[in-house]
């Protein structure tokens, strides 16, 4: 069966590259994807699948049947778009100024919609049935996964998969981990209130950049002297904004970053040791500081019975030149919340075009065979759990 449907999919190859490329040019923000889920209804309508929208949002979810009785697996691809603005000069560039499909979200999205159509095809000869979720907002919190699990795409599902195009790993390979592959993903805001005045006299003011500045190297240092060698975190400051004339000092100032963890214990260790340098700054300098912690997505965490079965599938496909075990990621990805429901696996694509960028870059881009490669393994891993013990 696994041949029929790798098959249809390299005839559906072109199409494929078609409906991507549609999407790169008509990309939409998280939770405005209103065209883009209309899009994606419609195709399903047109084929006669069963299929809802308005899932948690703009979420679409359908579902095929199977011939015969068996399990329910769940296949996942998002169809948001970035802040970003397109700076390729290529025929299918971006037509929304400063926004664009900067992270792969268009390829995932044409991978899985052609999947569901050759598995349609071929739904009487399968067993069990096949949830496909189009997911919105994955790129900001908090995410359409929690709605559209709350709104019941989960429902019945006794596994799922999913895959991301990874522009930065070779085309033709499959990476795979099992336990953490992508991090909890948090931010931070801090505002600092303190006194300004001239340049001149800063003897008589409270200057919330010098204290910026020295949040900002303390902040530093939790990583370095709090957290266990052995353990990972990340802790940037992406933002510092204090603007003013050259000859004024600031009286407040307002930071920004994000936190990277893997084990809860130690993402809670950094929001707790956080909390208490910016109250001891506040406290030196005799000044009001302002902390607010935002979690963002959990911790990717693979099972390992779906990961060993994902690898062991992937060494089947055609085309795949290498399973690889891959390092974990400090990227966040709400697919997290999927795991936490029911078993699976969250695995990567290698999608490196001839000049890659990472993701989240202007010029990103990917390597389009690298859909039929996520497609077979997607594929053939929903059909081969049929037959899991």
């Given at each position: 069966?696994?041949?029929l449907?790798?098959?249809?999919?390299?005839?559906a190859?072109?199409?494929?590259v078609?409906?991507r490329?549609?999407?790169?040019?008509?990309?939409?923000?998280?939770?405005?994807?209103?065209?883009?889920?209309?899009?994606?209804?419609?195709?399903?309508?047109?084929?006669?699948?069963?299929?809802?929208?308005?899932?948690?949002?703009?979420?679409?979810?359908a579902?095929?049947k199977g011939?015969?009785p068996?399990k329910?697996?769940?296949?996942?691809?998002?169809?948001?778009?970035?802040?970003?603005?397109?700076?390729?000069?290529?025929?299918?560039?971006?037509?929304?100024?400063?926004?664009?499909?900067?992270?792969?979200?268009?390829?995932?999205?044409?991978?899985?919609?052609?999947l569901a159509?050759?598995i349609?095809?071929?739904?009487?000869?399968?067993?069990?049935?096949?949830?496909?979720?189009?997911?919105?907002a994955?790129?900001?919190?908090?995410g359409?996964?929690?709605?559209?699990?709350?709104?019941?795409?989960?429902?019945?599902?006794?596994?799922i998969?999913?895959?991301h195009l990874?522009?930065?790993?070779?085309?033709?390979?499959?990476?795979?981990?099992?336990?953490?592959?992508?991090a909890a993903?948090?931010?931070?805001?801090?505002?600092?209130?303190?006194?300004?005045?001239h340049?001149a006299?800063?003897?008589?003011?409270?200057?919330a950049?010098a204290i910026?500045?020295?949040l900002v190297?303390?902040l530093?240092?939790?990583?370095?002297?709090?957290?266990?060698?052995?353990?990972s975190?990340?802790?940037?400051?992406?933002?510092?904004?204090?603007?003013?004339?050259?000859n004024?000092?600031?009286?407040?100032?307002?930071?920004g970053?994000?936190?990277?963890?893997?084990k809860?214990?130690?993402?809670?260790?950094?929001?707790?040791?956080?909390?208490?340098?910016?109250?001891?700054?506040a406290?030196?300098?005799n000044?009001?500081?302002?902390?607010?912690?935002?979690?963002?997505?959990?911790?990717?965490?693979?099972?390992?019975?779906?990961?060993?079965?994902?690898?062991?599938?992937?060494e089947t496909?055609?085309?795949?030149?290498?399973v690889?075990?891959?390092?974990?990621?400090m990227?966040?990805?709400?697919?997290?919340?999927?795991?936490?429901?029911?078993?699976?696996?969250?695995?990567?694509?290698?999608?490196?075009?001839?000049?890659?960028?990472?993701?989240?870059?202007p010029?990103?881009?990917?390597?389009?065979k690298?859909?039929?490669?996520?497609a077979?393994t997607?594929?053939?891993?929903?059909?081969?759990?049929?037959?899991k013990?």
């Amino acid at each position: 069966m696994n041949e029929l449907l790798f098959e249809k999919l390299d005839n559906a190859y072109e199409e494929m590259v078609v409906m991507r490329r549609y999407l790169h040019m008509h990309p939409e923000l998280s939770f405005q994807e209103h065209e883009t889920a209309k899009y994606i209804y419609n195709f399903y309508a047109d084929l006669g699948i069963d299929v809802q929208t308005g899932v948690g949002g703009n979420g679409v979810v359908a579902r095929i049947k199977g011939g015969r009785p068996g399990k329910t697996v769940a296949l996942r691809a998002d169809f948001d778009a970035l802040p970003i603005h397109d700076e390729k000069d290529v025929p299918y560039r971006s037509t929304v100024p400063n926004v664009m499909h900067a992270c792969g979200h268009d390829g995932h999205t044409a991978t899985l919609l052609q999947l569901a159509k050759a598995i349609n095809e071929l739904r009487e000869d399968l067993a069990g049935e096949y949830v496909f979720i189009h997911q919105h907002a994955e790129e900001y919190a908090p995410g359409g996964a929690i709605s559209m699990i709350e709104d019941g795409c989960l429902d019945g599902v006794d596994v799922i998969f999913g895959t991301h195009l990874w522009s930065l790993f070779p085309s033709k390979t499959i990476e795979y981990l099992s336990g953490p592959i992508m991090a909890a993903a948090d931010r931070f805001e801090i505002i600092i209130q303190g006194a300004g005045g001239h340049g001149a006299s800063p003897h008589q003011t409270k200057d919330a950049i010098a204290i910026g500045a020295q949040l900002v190297m303390n902040l530093q240092q939790i990583v370095s002297r709090r957290i266990d060698p052995i353990e990972s975190a990340v802790l940037s400051i992406g933002s510092f904004v204090a603007d003013n004339a050259f000859n004024v000092i600031a009286d407040s100032a307002k930071l920004g970053g994000t936190v990277r963890t893997f084990k809860p214990e130690i993402r809670q260790m950094m929001e707790q040791e956080m909390r208490r340098i910016v109250e001891g700054t506040a406290l030196s300098h005799n000044c009001e500081i302002q902390f607010e912690y935002f979690r963002g997505y959990p911790a990717v965490v693979n099972h390992e019975a779906e990961t060993t079965f994902l690898k062991e599938v992937a060494e089947t496909v055609p085309g795949v030149d290498a399973v690889v075990e891959t390092e974990p990621q400090m990227g966040g990805e709400d697919f997290a919340y999927y795991l936490e429901k029911v078993p699976g696996t969250f695995f990567f694509t290698g999608a490196q075009p001839e000049t890659p960028y990472p993701h989240h870059h202007p010029k990103f881009d990917i390597d389009e065979k690298a859909m039929l490669i996520a497609a077979k393994t997607l594929g053939a891993a929903a059909l081969e759990y049929q037959n899991k013990a």
